[in-house]
Protein backbone atom coordinates (compact mmCIF):
# COMPACT_ATOMS: atom_id res chain seq x y z
CA UNK A 1 0.00 0.00 0.00
CA UNK A 2 1.30 3.39 -1.12
CA UNK A 3 2.25 5.87 2.00
CA UNK A 4 0.36 8.13 0.76
CA UNK A 5 -2.64 9.40 2.18
CA UNK A 6 -5.21 12.31 0.66
CA UNK A 7 -7.87 13.23 2.50
CA UNK A 8 -10.99 14.44 0.88
CA UNK A 9 -11.49 18.26 2.52
CA UNK A 10 -9.04 20.47 4.45
CA UNK A 11 -10.27 23.58 5.79
CA UNK A 12 -8.70 27.55 5.01
CA UNK A 13 -9.26 29.23 7.52
CA UNK A 14 -7.07 31.79 8.84
CA UNK A 15 -5.18 31.33 11.74
CA UNK A 16 -6.92 33.48 14.49
CA UNK A 17 -3.58 32.61 16.83
CA UNK A 18 -2.35 35.38 14.06
CA UNK A 19 -4.63 38.23 14.64
CA UNK A 20 -4.36 38.90 18.82
CA UNK A 21 -4.04 43.25 17.76
CA UNK A 22 -7.55 42.49 15.99
CA UNK A 23 -9.09 40.12 18.70
CA UNK A 24 -7.75 42.67 21.59
CA UNK A 25 -9.59 45.39 19.50
CA UNK A 26 -12.63 43.29 19.68
CA UNK A 27 -12.30 43.35 23.31
CA UNK A 28 -11.16 46.93 23.91
CA UNK A 29 -14.20 47.88 22.04
CA UNK A 30 -17.02 45.37 23.93
CA UNK A 31 -18.82 44.48 21.06
CA UNK A 32 -19.08 41.03 20.09
CA UNK A 33 -22.04 40.85 17.71
CA UNK A 34 -25.05 42.64 16.64
CA UNK A 35 -23.61 44.13 13.15
CA UNK A 36 -20.30 45.51 14.76
CA UNK A 37 -17.59 47.55 13.27
CA UNK A 38 -15.96 44.81 12.33
CA UNK A 39 -19.05 43.43 10.36
CA UNK A 40 -19.59 46.50 8.71
CA UNK A 41 -16.26 46.03 7.35
CA UNK A 42 -16.17 42.58 6.17
CA UNK A 43 -19.74 43.68 4.26
CA UNK A 44 -18.03 46.47 3.21
CA UNK A 45 -15.06 44.19 1.59
CA UNK A 46 -17.64 42.04 0.41
CA UNK A 47 -19.20 44.60 -1.68
CA UNK A 48 -16.32 46.49 -2.89
CA UNK A 49 -13.48 44.03 -3.22
CA UNK A 50 -15.99 40.73 -4.33
CA UNK A 51 -18.80 42.69 -6.11
CA UNK A 52 -16.72 45.42 -7.57
CA UNK A 53 -18.71 47.79 -5.61
CA UNK A 54 -22.44 46.85 -6.88
CA UNK A 55 -24.94 46.05 -5.02
CA UNK A 56 -25.43 45.04 -0.91
CA UNK A 57 -23.99 42.34 1.52
CA UNK A 58 -25.46 40.93 4.21
CA UNK A 59 -23.63 38.59 6.86
CA UNK A 60 -25.84 35.66 8.49
CA UNK A 61 -24.83 32.89 11.14
CA UNK A 62 -24.40 30.17 8.70
CA UNK A 63 -25.87 30.01 5.23
CA UNK A 64 -28.80 27.53 6.17
CA UNK A 65 -30.11 30.26 8.25
CA UNK A 66 -29.58 32.58 5.54
CA UNK A 67 -31.55 30.41 3.27
CA UNK A 68 -34.29 30.49 5.24
CA UNK A 69 -34.20 34.11 6.14
CA UNK A 70 -34.02 34.77 2.44
CA UNK A 71 -36.99 32.28 1.44
CA UNK A 72 -39.31 34.08 4.31
CA UNK A 73 -38.46 37.45 2.98
CA UNK A 74 -39.68 36.82 -1.01
CA UNK A 75 -42.59 35.12 0.77
CA UNK A 76 -43.41 37.16 3.19
CA UNK A 77 -46.77 38.18 1.58
CA UNK A 78 -47.66 34.37 0.46
CA UNK A 79 -49.86 32.34 2.62
CA UNK A 80 -48.72 28.84 1.86
CA UNK A 81 -52.24 27.52 2.80
CA UNK A 82 -52.78 29.53 -1.27
CA UNK A 83 -49.52 28.96 -2.74
CA UNK A 84 -47.88 25.73 -0.95
CA UNK A 85 -44.67 24.88 -3.13
CA UNK A 86 -41.22 25.83 -3.57
CA UNK A 87 -39.63 24.53 -6.94
CA UNK A 88 -36.18 23.70 -6.20
CA UNK A 89 -33.73 20.41 -7.01
CA UNK A 90 -33.83 17.86 -5.24
CA UNK A 91 -29.69 17.38 -6.56
CA UNK A 92 -28.98 19.45 -3.93
CA UNK A 93 -27.91 19.53 -0.23
CA UNK A 94 -30.05 18.75 2.61
CA UNK A 95 -29.77 22.41 3.97
CA UNK A 96 -31.91 23.33 1.22
CA UNK A 97 -34.63 21.42 1.64
CA UNK A 98 -34.92 21.97 5.28
CA UNK A 99 -34.70 26.11 4.12
CA UNK A 100 -37.74 25.65 2.55
CA UNK A 101 -39.90 23.73 5.24
CA UNK A 102 -38.47 25.81 7.93
CA UNK A 103 -39.70 28.58 5.72
CA UNK A 104 -43.75 27.17 5.54
CA UNK A 105 -43.39 25.78 2.26
CA UNK A 106 -43.18 22.28 -0.03
CA UNK A 107 -40.85 21.42 -2.13
CA UNK A 108 -41.73 20.70 -5.47
CA UNK A 109 -38.77 18.98 -6.81
CA UNK A 110 -37.42 19.76 -10.32
CA UNK A 111 -35.17 17.53 -12.57
CA UNK A 112 -31.69 18.77 -13.37
CA UNK A 113 -30.32 19.43 -16.79
CA UNK A 114 -27.57 16.52 -17.88
CA UNK A 115 -24.95 18.95 -18.67
CA UNK A 116 -24.87 21.60 -16.40
CA UNK A 117 -26.11 19.60 -13.48
CA UNK A 118 -28.64 22.58 -11.88
CA UNK A 119 -32.38 22.70 -12.66
CA UNK A 120 -33.47 22.41 -15.92
CA UNK A 121 -34.93 25.21 -17.73
CA UNK A 122 -37.47 22.70 -19.38
CA UNK A 123 -38.81 20.86 -16.55
CA UNK A 124 -39.13 24.25 -14.63
CA UNK A 125 -40.81 25.67 -17.20
CA UNK A 126 -43.07 22.31 -17.41
CA UNK A 127 -44.05 22.67 -13.59
CA UNK A 128 -44.91 26.17 -13.83
CA UNK A 129 -47.06 25.74 -17.06
CA UNK A 130 -49.22 22.97 -13.68
CA UNK A 131 -47.93 24.63 -10.65
CA UNK A 132 -47.41 28.43 -11.30
CA UNK A 133 -50.48 29.14 -9.36
CA UNK A 134 -49.25 26.98 -6.42
CA UNK A 135 -45.89 28.27 -6.45
CA UNK A 136 -44.30 30.58 -3.68
CA UNK A 137 -40.66 31.14 -5.14
CA UNK A 138 -38.48 29.59 -7.58
CA UNK A 139 -34.98 28.72 -5.49
CA UNK A 140 -32.21 27.24 -7.76
CA UNK A 141 -28.78 25.88 -6.62
CA UNK A 142 -25.42 27.05 -8.55
CA UNK A 143 -24.22 23.68 -8.10
CA UNK A 144 -20.97 22.68 -6.97
CA UNK A 145 -20.14 26.60 -7.10
CA UNK A 146 -20.71 26.46 -11.26
CA UNK A 147 -22.66 29.47 -12.03
CA UNK A 148 -26.38 29.48 -13.60
CA UNK A 149 -27.79 31.65 -15.73
CA UNK A 150 -29.48 34.47 -13.92
CA UNK A 151 -31.17 36.91 -16.64
CA UNK A 152 -33.35 33.28 -17.13
CA UNK A 153 -34.06 33.50 -13.61
CA UNK A 154 -35.69 37.25 -13.81
CA UNK A 155 -37.49 36.45 -17.15
CA UNK A 156 -38.75 33.79 -15.44
CA UNK A 157 -39.84 35.88 -12.13
CA UNK A 158 -41.12 38.58 -14.80
CA UNK A 159 -43.25 36.02 -16.53
CA UNK A 160 -44.98 34.69 -13.84
CA UNK A 161 -44.84 37.05 -10.89
CA UNK A 162 -42.54 34.58 -8.57
CA UNK A 163 -39.64 35.80 -6.34
CA UNK A 164 -36.55 34.03 -6.53
CA UNK A 165 -33.81 33.17 -4.28
CA UNK A 166 -30.58 31.63 -5.54
CA UNK A 167 -28.17 28.93 -3.31
CA UNK A 168 -25.01 29.81 -4.29
CA UNK A 169 -23.65 28.26 -1.05
CA UNK A 170 -20.53 26.99 -2.65
CA UNK A 171 -20.42 30.10 -5.24
CA UNK A 172 -17.89 32.47 -3.32
CA UNK A 173 -14.46 32.36 -5.55
CA UNK A 174 -17.18 31.79 -8.67
CA UNK A 175 -16.90 34.15 -11.76
CA UNK A 176 -19.54 34.68 -14.44
CA UNK A 177 -18.93 34.71 -18.07
CA UNK A 178 -18.42 38.46 -17.78
CA UNK A 179 -15.88 37.70 -15.34
CA UNK A 180 -17.75 39.53 -12.16
CA UNK A 181 -18.48 37.20 -9.00
CA UNK A 182 -21.85 35.27 -9.69
CA UNK A 183 -25.16 36.79 -8.61
CA UNK A 184 -23.65 40.68 -9.29
CA UNK A 185 -26.12 42.61 -10.20
CA UNK A 186 -29.22 40.07 -9.22
CA UNK A 187 -32.11 41.79 -7.95
CA UNK A 188 -33.13 38.94 -5.89
CA UNK A 189 -31.17 37.03 -2.69
CA UNK A 190 -28.21 35.11 -3.52
CA UNK A 191 -26.98 32.99 -0.17
CA UNK A 192 -23.40 31.98 0.23
CA UNK A 193 -21.63 29.85 2.81
CA UNK A 194 -18.91 30.63 4.88
CA UNK A 195 -18.77 27.19 6.17
CA UNK A 196 -15.23 25.35 7.06
CA UNK A 197 -15.70 23.23 4.62
CA UNK A 198 -16.44 25.79 1.50
CA UNK A 199 -13.79 27.92 -0.31
CA UNK A 200 -13.25 30.87 1.99
CA UNK A 201 -14.47 29.62 5.37
CA UNK A 202 -14.89 30.95 9.12
CA UNK A 203 -16.37 28.33 10.94
CA UNK A 204 -20.04 29.09 10.60
CA UNK A 205 -21.01 32.32 8.65
CA UNK A 206 -22.28 33.02 5.29
CA UNK A 207 -23.68 36.22 3.55
CA UNK A 208 -26.83 37.27 1.18
CA UNK A 209 -25.89 39.75 -1.17
CA UNK A 210 -28.52 41.72 -3.47
CA UNK A 211 -28.45 44.36 -6.11
CA UNK A 212 -31.37 45.85 -4.40
CA UNK A 213 -30.27 48.26 -1.16
CA UNK A 214 -34.03 47.65 0.81
CA UNK A 215 -34.28 43.81 -0.04
CA UNK A 216 -30.99 43.66 2.26
CA UNK A 217 -32.11 46.38 5.01
CA UNK A 218 -35.45 44.46 4.92
CA UNK A 219 -33.58 41.05 5.60
CA UNK A 220 -30.97 43.00 7.74
CA UNK A 221 -33.70 43.75 10.48
CA UNK A 222 -35.49 40.24 10.05
CA UNK A 223 -31.90 38.86 11.28
CA UNK A 224 -31.93 41.06 14.32
CA UNK A 225 -35.68 40.09 15.44
CA UNK A 226 -37.58 41.61 13.09
CA UNK A 227 -36.56 45.28 14.66
CA UNK A 228 -36.97 48.18 12.00
CA UNK A 229 -37.84 50.21 15.02
CA UNK A 230 -35.99 50.24 18.23
CA UNK A 231 -37.03 47.03 19.70
CA UNK A 232 -40.57 47.40 18.02
CA UNK A 233 -40.98 44.08 15.75
CA UNK A 234 -42.65 45.14 12.54
CA UNK A 235 -41.79 41.93 10.01
CA UNK A 236 -40.71 37.79 10.42
CA UNK A 237 -37.40 37.92 12.57
CA UNK A 238 -34.92 35.61 14.02
CA UNK A 239 -31.26 36.13 15.17
CA UNK A 240 -28.86 35.42 12.28
CA UNK A 241 -26.01 37.62 13.08
CA UNK A 242 -22.70 36.64 12.76
CA UNK A 243 -19.94 37.61 15.58
CA UNK A 244 -17.37 39.90 15.46
CA UNK A 245 -14.70 37.28 15.58
CA UNK A 246 -16.03 35.21 12.40
CA UNK A 247 -16.42 38.59 10.57
CA UNK A 248 -12.60 39.06 11.44
CA UNK A 249 -11.72 35.64 10.33
CA UNK A 250 -14.14 36.59 6.89
CA UNK A 251 -11.88 40.19 6.80
CA UNK A 252 -8.54 37.98 6.86
CA UNK A 253 -10.10 35.20 4.06
CA UNK A 254 -10.65 37.83 1.57
CA UNK A 255 -6.87 38.52 1.09
CA UNK A 256 -6.14 34.96 -0.15
CA UNK A 257 -9.50 34.02 -1.73
CA UNK A 258 -8.72 34.82 -5.31
CA UNK A 259 -5.15 32.74 -4.86
CA UNK A 260 -6.69 29.58 -3.42
CA UNK A 261 -9.56 30.55 -6.44
CA UNK A 262 -7.03 29.78 -8.56
CA UNK A 263 -5.26 27.45 -7.25
CA UNK A 264 -8.31 25.04 -6.75
CA UNK A 265 -9.01 25.61 -10.78
CA UNK A 266 -5.73 24.54 -12.05
CA UNK A 267 -6.22 21.27 -10.24
CA UNK A 268 -9.64 20.66 -11.75
CA UNK A 269 -8.59 21.40 -14.64
CA UNK A 270 -5.93 18.87 -14.12
CA UNK A 271 -7.74 16.59 -13.44
CA UNK A 272 -10.43 17.27 -16.53
CA UNK A 273 -6.77 16.90 -18.53
CA UNK A 274 -6.11 13.54 -16.78
CA UNK A 275 -9.07 12.09 -16.98
CA UNK A 276 -10.97 12.52 -20.11
CA UNK A 277 -13.27 9.62 -19.72
CA UNK A 278 -14.93 11.42 -16.80
CA UNK A 279 -17.62 13.42 -18.01
CA UNK A 280 -17.27 16.75 -16.05
CA UNK A 281 -19.99 19.57 -15.46
CA UNK A 282 -20.40 21.93 -18.18
CA UNK A 283 -18.97 25.27 -17.07
CA UNK A 284 -21.98 28.06 -16.17
CA UNK A 285 -19.39 30.96 -16.23
CA UNK A 286 -15.58 31.38 -15.68
CA UNK A 287 -14.64 30.16 -12.92
CA UNK A 288 -16.19 27.44 -10.75
CA UNK A 289 -15.14 27.95 -6.92
CA UNK A 290 -14.09 23.98 -6.49
CA UNK A 291 -15.07 22.45 -2.91
CA UNK A 292 -13.82 19.15 -4.40
CA UNK A 293 -14.17 17.51 -8.07
CA UNK A 294 -17.28 16.47 -9.04
CA UNK A 295 -17.36 13.93 -11.91
CA UNK A 296 -19.52 11.84 -13.17
CA UNK A 297 -18.08 7.30 -13.85
CA UNK A 298 -19.47 6.27 -17.17
CA UNK A 299 -21.44 2.65 -17.25
CA UNK A 300 -21.69 3.67 -12.97
CA UNK A 301 -24.56 2.59 -11.13
CA UNK A 302 -24.68 2.66 -7.11
CA UNK A 303 -23.27 -0.67 -6.33
CA UNK A 304 -20.26 0.08 -9.04
CA UNK A 305 -19.76 3.60 -7.33
CA UNK A 306 -19.36 2.03 -4.13
CA UNK A 307 -17.76 -0.45 -4.80
CA UNK A 308 -15.35 2.13 -6.67
CA UNK A 309 -15.41 3.97 -3.56
CA UNK A 310 -14.11 1.16 -1.19
CA UNK A 311 -11.45 0.94 -3.72
CA UNK A 312 -10.21 4.30 -3.35
CA UNK A 313 -10.13 4.68 0.72
CA UNK A 314 -7.86 1.23 0.39
CA UNK A 315 -5.90 3.37 -1.96
CA UNK A 316 -6.11 5.97 1.09
CA UNK A 317 -7.89 8.43 -1.24
CA UNK A 318 -10.59 10.58 0.48
CA UNK A 319 -13.67 10.66 -1.81
CA UNK A 320 -17.34 11.33 -1.25
CA UNK A 321 -20.28 10.77 -3.49
CA UNK A 322 -22.50 14.15 -3.52
CA UNK A 323 -25.69 14.74 -3.89
CA UNK A 324 -26.15 10.48 -3.31
CA UNK A 325 -28.96 10.00 -2.00
CA UNK A 326 -30.62 13.56 -3.25
CA UNK A 327 -33.41 14.64 -1.49
CA UNK A 328 -36.19 12.97 -2.62
CA UNK A 329 -34.62 9.74 -1.92
CA UNK A 330 -33.99 10.86 1.12
CA UNK A 331 -37.06 9.76 4.00
CA UNK A 332 -37.65 13.13 5.55
CA UNK A 333 -37.87 14.86 2.54
CA UNK A 334 -39.74 12.34 0.12
CA UNK A 335 -42.74 12.05 3.11
CA UNK A 336 -43.35 16.22 1.60
CA UNK A 337 -42.06 16.47 -1.58
CA UNK A 338 -44.34 15.78 -4.12
CA UNK A 339 -42.95 13.43 -6.60
CA UNK A 340 -42.07 14.60 -10.46
CA UNK A 341 -40.46 12.32 -12.56
CA UNK A 342 -36.68 13.10 -12.06
CA UNK A 343 -34.75 10.61 -14.43
CA UNK A 344 -32.13 12.71 -14.75
CA UNK A 345 -31.01 13.31 -10.98
CA UNK A 346 -31.58 9.42 -10.67
CA UNK A 347 -28.75 9.24 -12.66
CA UNK A 348 -26.29 11.77 -12.45
CA UNK A 349 -27.03 10.83 -7.96
CA UNK A 350 -26.27 7.04 -8.92
CA UNK A 351 -22.89 7.64 -11.15
CA UNK A 352 -21.14 10.60 -9.34
CA UNK A 353 -18.24 10.61 -7.39
CA UNK A 354 -16.09 13.82 -5.63
CA UNK A 355 -12.14 14.04 -5.87
CA UNK A 356 -10.18 16.30 -3.40
CA UNK A 357 -9.51 19.69 -4.52
CA UNK A 358 -7.79 21.20 -1.53
CA UNK A 359 -5.57 24.49 -1.90
CA UNK A 360 -2.41 22.13 -0.83
CA UNK A 361 -2.62 19.55 -2.93
CA UNK A 362 0.91 19.38 -5.78
CA UNK A 363 0.99 18.20 -9.01
CA UNK A 364 2.17 14.97 -8.51
CA UNK A 365 -0.69 14.46 -5.31
CA UNK A 366 -3.62 15.16 -8.45
CA UNK A 367 -1.63 12.58 -10.68
CA UNK A 368 -1.87 9.98 -8.05
CA UNK A 369 -5.62 10.50 -7.46
CA UNK A 370 -6.22 10.52 -11.15
CA UNK A 371 -3.72 7.16 -11.49
CA UNK A 372 -5.50 5.52 -8.79
CA UNK A 373 -8.93 6.34 -9.64
CA UNK A 374 -8.51 4.76 -13.27
CA UNK A 375 -6.86 1.50 -12.17
CA UNK A 376 -9.77 1.04 -9.44
CA UNK A 377 -12.06 1.95 -12.09
CA UNK A 378 -11.18 -0.99 -13.82
CA UNK A 379 -11.11 -3.19 -11.24
CA UNK A 380 -14.28 -2.40 -9.73
CA UNK A 381 -16.10 -2.48 -13.30
CA UNK A 382 -14.33 -5.64 -14.47
C1 LIG B 1 -22.80 24.16 2.41
C2 LIG B 1 -24.14 24.21 1.77
C3 LIG B 1 -25.26 24.74 2.45
C4 LIG B 1 -25.23 25.10 3.90
O1 LIG B 1 -24.34 26.08 4.26
P1 LIG B 1 -24.06 26.29 5.83
O2 LIG B 1 -23.31 27.59 5.88
O3 LIG B 1 -23.22 25.13 6.27
O4 LIG B 1 -25.35 26.34 6.54
C5 LIG B 1 -26.46 24.87 1.76
N1 LIG B 1 -26.59 24.48 0.50
C6 LIG B 1 -25.56 23.94 -0.18
C7 LIG B 1 -25.76 23.53 -1.59
C8 LIG B 1 -24.30 23.78 0.43
O5 LIG B 1 -23.29 23.23 -0.26
Not at 74 to 80: A, D, E, F, K, L
Not at 324 to 333: C, D, I, R, V
Amino acid sequence: MPDVEISFLETNIPKLSRLSAELEQIEDSGIYSNYGPVNSKFENSLRTHIFGGNGHCLTVCNATIGLILALKYVTRHTNPADKPYIIMPSFTFAAAGHAVLWAGFTPLFVDVAPDSWSSSHEAEKELLRTYSSKTAAIFPYATFGNSIDLEHYSSLSDQYGIPVVVDAASSLGSLNFAGKAFGSGFPFPVVFSLHATKTMGVGEGGFIYSSDATTITQMRAMGNFGFEKPRHATIHGLNSKLPEVSALLGLEGLKTLNKIAIKKENIAANYQKLLPELQFQKPGGRRAAYQFMPARIPNADKTRRARLLDLMKESRIGTASYFSPHLAEQEYFSSFGSASHLPVTEALSSSIISLPVKHTMTTDDVAYVASELKRNMQRAFN
